[in-house]
């Protein structure tokens, strides 16, 4: 039974007692009047309360409409507050959904922002074990002096037999569409010219060095702007040992590479020195250099020329030296920054001129290529200026199954170079040397590598390891040992990339 029978029902009742109380009323106010008129009502008064009557029933009809009115206006209140109550759960329903979607959303979103992030990055890296062999000979003995005679002589040094690692590991990462970061971490101890480090010390843990951290913008087409510690910012002819491939110099480099001419210019810092005293040394040794190229088709292959000049500023009395090592560089005794001990110092400038080339063909389907590279001191008053090497390439292991072989030949001076970025390996990793290099490599699989290189090299070419002059007595004169020197070094080693 619904709420409106109900009212309903009780509105006729209420409508029924008070009509029946109103015809009540009028009765006994008939009996009171008739009484009072000694029994008899007159027609006037009898119309009258029928009036009355007429008028109380007519307000009974417009309440009661009223009253069912708002019984109405109730109903159809109580069915849009249900509307509004289905509408509600319906709200609620779709905003619960909308919440697993936007959740799903974001996660979806986010997996996008992630994959967009590393897609932008780029990692490489690749891991070496190098067995080495390394015979030498050496000067022992003592040097004459004005009463004892020389005991000077070149005899065999101990064979030295030693296992190396290298690991390296870079990321390129993409900054905007013309502009990228570069870094590289690399094990070593620090050597500018090396990143190996030999098993010993009873499984020690081994350093890992930056090795890399530089900008790359490329500014317009072809050309690039370089900042931070970047690999050589230059081209080198084949296996040219004139600069060591794990020299990454801190420089800013300008870079260009457009159709047939190529080349750079750039600025290498190489010692900062800052010291209190404005008499001591406060100048910085920095290389400023510049090379041009030129590529072109030649004997259906790529042939490559290109001339380079860099100059060592404020190198000349100073002491840029790694360890303090000239590396075969001639040196005098100088007091710097107030010491009373004297210490070696470059005693010339280096102005160096290179001038390279490479010819690449392809014979019974193998690449063959030719290089040669020559430099010269351009400084004044060096005596031992000029570099000079050869080589050829044939085959190149790569792709699984390949090979490749080399033979080259090196001569350089002792001045020929700045000693402190020529290759490690060649003659001890000195000037004044020359010999050869034979170098062979098999890939059984792409990404790895097996490869033997055997030195077979002379140092001190040009000058005495050990020399003075007795300035009197029985043994009094000039002397010198040490002078055409062996040096053998065998290399075997297995490379994997990644």
């Known amino acids: 039974m619904s709420f409106s029978y109900h009212y309903r029902e009780g509105t006729t009742v209420r409508n029924t007692l008070l009509a029946a109380a109103v015809a009540a009323t009028l009765a006994m106010a008939s009996v009171d009047a008739s009484a009072a008129t000694g029994g008899t009502a007159s027609k006037a008064e009898i119309q ?249 088709p030649l004997f259906g292959g790529e042939t490559k020329v290109a001339a380079q000049y860099y100059n060592l500023t404020n190198g000349k009395g100073n002491a840029p030296f790694y360890n303090g090592n000239a590396f075969g560089n001639t040196t005098y005794k100088r007091n710097l920054n107030g010491s009373s001990t004297a210490s070696n110092v470059l005693m010339y400038d280096y102005e160096i001129l290179e001038l390279s080339g490479q010819m690449g063909m392809t014979v019974a389907n193998l690449p063959l290529s030719f290089w040669v590279d020559w430099s010269q001191n351009m400084a004044s008053g060096v005596e031992y200026d000029t570099a000079w090497a050869v080589g050829a390439t044939l085959g190149k292991a790569s792709g699984a199954k390949t090979w490749e072989a080399g033979l080259f030949y090196e001569s350089m001076d002792k001045d020929a170079m700045f000693a402190q970025f020529i290759d490690s390996d060649f003659g001890g990793g000195v000037t004044d040397v020359d010999g050869w290099v034979f170098k062979a490599g098999y890939a059984p699989v792409k990404n790895v590598t097996v490869n033997a290189t055997y030195f077979l090299n002379t140092t001190n070419k040009d000058v005495y390891a050990v020399s003075g002059d007795v300035p009197s007595g029985p043994y009094a004169g000039p002397y010198g040992v040490g002078k055409g020197m062996d040096y053998n070094r065998l290399q075997l080693d297995v490379n994997y990339k990644f």
């Open 48 to 296: 009258a309360m029928q009036a009355q009557m007429q008028a109380l029933a007519d307000r009974l009809n417009k309440l009661e409409a009223a009253n069912n009115a708002l019984q109405t206006e109730n109903n159809q209140l109580k069915a849009v507050s249900e509307q509004r109550d289905s509408e509600i759960d319906y709200l609620k329903e779709q905003t619960k959904t909308l919440r697993q979607e936007s959740a799903e959303a974001s996660g979806q979103l986010s997996k996008v922002k992630g994959a967009d992030w590393a897609s932008r990055i780029k990692f490489k890296g690749d891991f070496r074990v190098r067995e080495e062999y390394i015979e030498k000979q050496r000067v022992t003995g003592s040097a004459p002096t004005t009463t004892t005679p020389s005991t000077l002589s070149v005899d065999d040094a101990a064979n030295q037999v030693r296992t190396r690692f290298r690991f390296r590991l870079g990321a390129e990462a993409k900054v905007t569409d013309n502009s990228k970061v570069v870094f590289q971490i690399a094990s070593g101890d620090g050597d500018p010219r090396s990143t190996n480090q030999t098993f010993t010390q009873e499984s020690s843990e081994k350093g890992v060095y930056i090795t890399q951290a530089y900008a790359d913008w490329k500014f317009m087409d072809g050309a690039n702007l370089l900042l931070g510690k970047q690999p050589l910012p230059f081209w080198r002819p084949g296996q040219s040992m004139f600069w060591d491939g794990d020299v990454n110099p801190e420089a800013v480099a300008v870079t260009f590479n457009r159709g047939m001419f190529f080349g750079s210019g750039y600025a290498w810092m190489v010692q900062e020195n800052s010291n209190s005293n404005p008499s001591n040394v406060n100048v910085d040794p920095t290389i400023f250099g510049t090379q041009l190229g030129l590529v072109f």
